[in-house]
């Protein structure tokens, strides 16, 4: 597994996580055009981000969620969070603290967290 981090701060949080297996975003807060970039120096584009994990509604976590579901990820957050960031949540893997899930190889376990948001979430992520 490696994990790069594309962008932290308030002007937009996203770290690409990479395995054999799976291509995942842990939130999208950055522009499309330094996401896009970003992704290309990794040798990706938006098309091959499977899923976005996302922490939470806030637009610096989220920004381009919309988009990337629109492209074909799977986003995987909260119900809380799914519902106040305006996704289809017919296309949301639901997520709960302390509950996991699994997607193409990853365990993936929710964590809870305080913050001022609907129904924050932190990750746990595993794989073989």
Do not use: W, Y
Not at 45 to 64: G, I, K, M, P, Y
Not at 73 to 92: K, P, V, W
């Amino acid at each position: 597994m490696t994990v790069t981090s594309l962008g932290s701060g308030s002007s937009g949080n996203a770290l690409l996580v990479q395995t054999l297996t799976a291509t995942v975003l842990v939130d999208c807060g950055i522009g499309v055009r330094k996401l896009t970039n970003a992704l290309a120096a990794s040798g990706k584009r938006l098309q091959d981000v499977d899923a976005v994990l996302l922490s939470h509604e806030h637009v610096d976590h989220n920004r381009e969620a919309g988009r990337l579901q629109r492209a074909g990820a799977t986003i995987i957050s909260t119900q809380g969070t799914a519902a106040s960031s305006n996704l289809d949540r017919e296309l949301c893997l639901t997520l709960a603290a302390g509950r996991s899930v699994r997607f193409r190889g990853l365990d993936i376990t929710g964590i809870q967290v305080a913050h001022d948001a609907a129904e924050p979430c932190g990750f746990l992520i595993r794989t073989g």
